[in-house]
C-alpha cells in the first residue's frame, strides 16, 4: 500500500525537463527528485545510466518540449541557457518556470517565470534538496520579504483577471502604496505581512495602485493601475430539458454572468440534481472548462428554502427547486430566513429556452427568450443571442460561497524539523516546509526554521499547550485544499504531531487518500542527545516519556522497571516540568534497582540550540533539580562507560561487554 504523494517537485511541476551537459551536471540533477527519463544529456555522456540522450541540437530539443513542460532545470552556464530560451519566451503567464543550477551545487537560479510559472518556488525546492544549496531570486517582492502582486491569491485557488499586473507590481518594488479592496476569499494572506508592506486596507491613503478582489468584473479606473483576483466564490446551480447543449448551457451562464457583472473566472463550479449528473452538455462543459459538477439528490434539494419554488418543477423531479435549491446547497448559504437567502443567491433563478424544437413549451418569441421569477428583474439580453441556435432549456442561479474554492486535493506534510539547528534538518524537510502553503507549528519551532519560510506562506504559530487545535487546524486547512506542513521538533513521529493528525484525521472519518498524507522523519532528541556525547546508544536502547499527561504514571512505571530489569539503555523524554517534579527522582531509584550507582548517565539540555548545555553524571549522583523540559536524560547499561567527555556503550566488537 501506498499512502499519499511522494515527491513534491514532481507532482508541482511535472512534467519537468532537466538538462546537463557534463557527467558533473548530471551528477547533480541525479540527486534531486526527478525522474530518470527526465534527465536530457547529449550523445557523448549516452553511457551515463538513467539518462536520456537529445538526438539533435539543444536549441531544437527546448523548443520541442517547450509547449508541453511545465518546468526546466538546467545544470548548465546561465549564459547558454539565456540563449536557448530566448528566442521561445511569449508570456510571463505562460512560460515554464525556468531554474539554473551551477555545477558545484552551489547555487539556484530563478531565471524565468518567477512568480506565475512557478521559478521561484522551483528554485527553492531544488536548493532544499540539493542542500545548503543558495536560491537565487532576484524579483523584487522577494527582496521586500512580500508575496508578489501576481501570487497572493495562487494558495487559495483565485484567478487573475484583468489588470495592469506589471505597473501595480512596480508600485510595490517602488515601495509605493496598494490599495485592497476585498469583497470575498480568504484573508489569511495578510496574516504574515512584513512590517511596512504597502498594502492599505483600511483606504485612508493615496494609494498608486489598487488590488480588487472580487467575484465581479470591475471597471479598471484610467488614473489608477489596478489588478483584479477573483476567488472562486460562485456557483452556478443549473435546471436543465434532458438533451440540452453544452452550448445552451454555457452560453446561458456567459449571458447571465455579463448582465450581472459576474467575473466567470470567479466561478467555483456547478450545481445541479442527481439525475442531471449525465447530462451530456452539462458534463462537457465542466470537463471543458475545468469545473467540478456537484450533484443533490431531490430529497436534499426540497430541504432547501428558495425564493422561487416551482409547483411544475416539483411534479416532474420531486423537488419545488433546482437552480437555486442545488447553488444554496453547494454553497453553503445560510438560508435561515429570506433575507440570508438572498445574501447567500446573486443572481435568482433565470430561464433561458432555445425556440428549437426540443423545448417542451415552445416560445413565440423568435430568437430567444429569457425569464426572471421574481427578485432581481431579468436582464435584458441581447436580441442577437446565440441562444436561438441551442437546443433544450436551461435555468440558472448563481449563488456565494461562504469560502473559496480551491480545485485542489489539500496535504497534509508532517515534518520533523530534528533538534533544532536547521543543518540538523533533511532536506527533504525543508523542502516540504519551503514548498507547503501553509506552517503550523509551536511558536519556538516557528522561529528556528524562519530562514526557510517563504513570504506569501500562511504561518500559524500556536502555543505548546494547543496541540490537539493545531492538529485540527491542519486538518481543516487541508480539506479546504491548502498543502500545510506541521512542524513538530525531532521527529515528528516520536512524541510528536504527526500521530495526533493521523488519529485526528481517522475521527474525521478520513479515506486515506485525501487529504493526502506524508511524514518527513527528523533526527529525534535521544539520537541528538546521544550524538554531543559519544556513542551511548550503541547497543539495544528504549525511550520513555516521564509525562504523565497522557499516559497514566503507573504505566510509566512499568516500563522503567521493565527496561531498567532489561539492562536497556534508555532515553527519557519529558524529564520534568515546573509542575512535575517527582517522576525523575521515582525513574532514577527504580533504574539504581537493577543497576550500579556510577552508572554513566547523559543530561542533554537543547541539543543543537544556541542554550546547549551538556552535563555527564552517573545514576547515583543525578540531581532531578537540574533537569527541565529541554533536556534528554541518558542512562547507560551495565557496560556503558566514559572515557574522558564521551559516553560509550560497548558493542561487543572487542570481546567485552556486552555481545
Ligand atoms: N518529537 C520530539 C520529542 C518531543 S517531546 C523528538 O523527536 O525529539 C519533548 C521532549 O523531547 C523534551 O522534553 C526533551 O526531553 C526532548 N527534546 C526535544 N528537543 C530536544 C533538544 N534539542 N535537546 C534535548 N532534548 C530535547
Not at 3 to 10: F, I, V
Not at 50 to 73: E, M, P
Not at 140 to 151: E, F, K, T
Not at 346 to 369: A, Y
Amino acid at each position: 500500500m501506498c499512502a499519499g504523494k511522494t515527491n513534491l517537485l514532481l507532482t508541482e511541476f511535472s512534467p519537468l525537463a532537466a538538462i546537463a551537459t557534463t557527467p558533473a551536471a548530471v551528477k547533480i540533477l541525479q540527486g534531486l527528485d526527478i525522474n530518470d527519463g527526465n534527465i536530457w544529456v547529449p550523445e557523448s555522456l549516452r553511457e551515463i545510466k538513467g539518462t536520456q540522450v537529445y538526438s539533435y541540437s539543444l536549441k531544437n530539443h527546448i523548443a520541442d518540449l517547450w509547449q508541453t513542460h511545465r518546468g526546466f532545470v538546467f545544470c548548465l552556464a546561465t549564459g547558454a541557457v539565456v540563449r536557448l530560451i530566448a528566442p521561445l519566451l511569449q508570456r510571463k503567464s505562460t512560460d515554464p518556470a525556468v531554474v539554473v543550477v551551477d555545477e558545484s551545487g552551489k547555487f539556484v537560479i530563478s531565471l524565468c517565470s518567477g512568480h506565475q510559472g512557478g521559478g521561484d518556488e522551483l528554485a527553492r525546492l531544488i536548493a532544499a534538496q540539493i542542500g545548503g544549496a543558495t536560491p537565487v531570486i532576484t524579483g523584487s517582492a522577494n527582496g521586500l520579504r512580500l508575496p508578489g502582486v501576481d501570487m497572493l491569491g495562487v494558495p487559495f485557488g483565485w484567478r487573475r483577471g484583468e489588470g495592469n499586473w506589471t505597473q501595480v507590481s512596480g508600485v510595490v518594488a517602488r515601495g509605493g502604496k496598494i490599495r485592497v479592496i476585498q469583497e470575498v476569499g480568504s484573508t489569511l494572506w495578510r496574516n504574515n505581512l512584513t512590517d511596512g508592506h504597502p498594502f492599505d486596507f483600511a483606504e485612508s491613503t493615496n494609494p498608486q495602485g489598487q488590488i480588487l478582489i472580487t467575484p465581479y468584473v470591475r471597471a479598471l479606473s484610467p488614473g489608477m493601475p489596478t489588478v483584479n483576483w477573483h476567488p472562486r466564490v460562485l456557483w452556478v446551480g443549473i435546471g436543465c430539458e434532458r438533451g440540452s447543449s453544452r452550448e445552451l448551457i454555457e452560453t446561458a451562464i456567459q449571458q447571465v454572468f455579463r448582465e450581472y457583472g459576474l467575473a466567470e473566472d470567479a466561478i467555483a463550479g456547478i450545481a445541479t440534481i442527481d439525475i442531471k449528473a449525465d447530462e451530456v452538455g452539462l458534463v462537457e462543459l465542466c470537463r471543458d472548462r475545468n469545473w467540478p459538477l456537484k450533484t443533490f439528490a431531490a430529497d436534499v434539494l426540497k430541504t432547501v428554502s428558495v425564493p422561487h419554488p416551482s409547483s411544475v418543477v416539483e411534479r416532474e423531479v420531486g423537488t419545488p427547486s433546482v437552480a437555486e435549491a442545488a447553488a444554496l446547497r453547494v454553497s453553503r448559504a445560510k438560508t435561515q430566513s429570506r433575507k440570508e437567502e438572498e445574501r447567500g443567491l446573486l443572481v435568482p433563478k433565470q430561464i433561458f429556452r432555445s425556440p428549437i424544437p426540443n423545448s417542451r413549451s415552445p416560445i413565440q418569441n423568435p430568437s430567444w427568450k429569457v425569464c426572471s421569477t421574481g427578485g432581481t428583474p431579468a436582464p435584458q439580453l441581447s436580441a442577437k443571442s446565440k441562444i436561438q441556435n441551442y437546443q433544450g432549456a436551461v435555468t440558472v442561479a448563481v449563488a456565494q460561497g461562504e469560502r473559496e474554492y480551491i480545485g485542489r486535493d489539500g496535504q497534509i506534510l508532517l515534518v520533523g524539523m530534528g533538534p533544532g539547528r536547521l543543518s540538523q534538518m533533511t532536506p527533504a524537510a525543508q523542502m516540504a516546509v519551503t514548498g507547503a502553503d501553509a506552517v503550523i507549528g509551536y511558536g519556538l519551532y516557528i522561529d528556528l526554521i524562519a530562514p526557510i519560510l517563504r513570504p506569501g506562506q500562511v504561518v500559524e504559530a500556536l502555543p505548546i499547550t494547543q496541540e490537539r487545535q493545531r492538529a485540527q487546524r491542519a486538518i481543516e486547512l487541508a480539506q479546504w485544499g491548502l498543502s500545510v506542513a506541521v512542524v513538530s521538533s525531532g521527529d515528528c513521529g516520536i512524541y510528536g504531531m504527526a500521530g495526533l493528525v493521523l488519529e485526528e484525521l481517522q475521527g474525521h472519518g478520513w479515506d486515506g487518500k485525501v487529504p493526502s498524507i506524508e511524514v518527513f522523519p527528523g533526527i529525534t532528541a535521544l539520537q541528538a542527545a546521544a550524538a554531543r556525547v559519544g556513542t551511548p546508544l550503541m547497543h539495544d536502547f528504549c525511550a520513555i516519556s516521564l509525562s504523565d499527561l497522557l499516559t497514566p504514571w503507573e504505566v510509566i512505571k512499568k516500563r522503567l522497571e521493565a527496561a531498567a530489569l532489561g539492562d536497556f539503555v534508555t532515553a527519557l523524554y519529558n524529564p520534568r516540568s515546573q509542575t512535575r517534579t517527582q517522576q525523575l527522582g521515582i525513574a532514577r531509584d527504580i533504574f539504581l534497582k537493577y543497576r550500579h550507582g556510577n552508572t554513566p548517565v547523559a543530561l542533554v539540555r537543547s541539543a543543537y540550540r544556541e542554550d546547549e548545555q551538556i552535563t555527564l553524571t552517573t545514576l547515583e549522583q543525578l540531581l532531578p533539580e537540574s533537569v527541565d523540559m529541554l533536556t534528554t536524560v541518558l542512562i547507560g547499561n551495565q557496560s556503558t562507560r566514559t572515557y574522558g567527555d564521551w559516553m560509550i556503550t560497548p558493542r561487543g566488537y572487542l570481546g567485552f561487554g556486552n555481545s
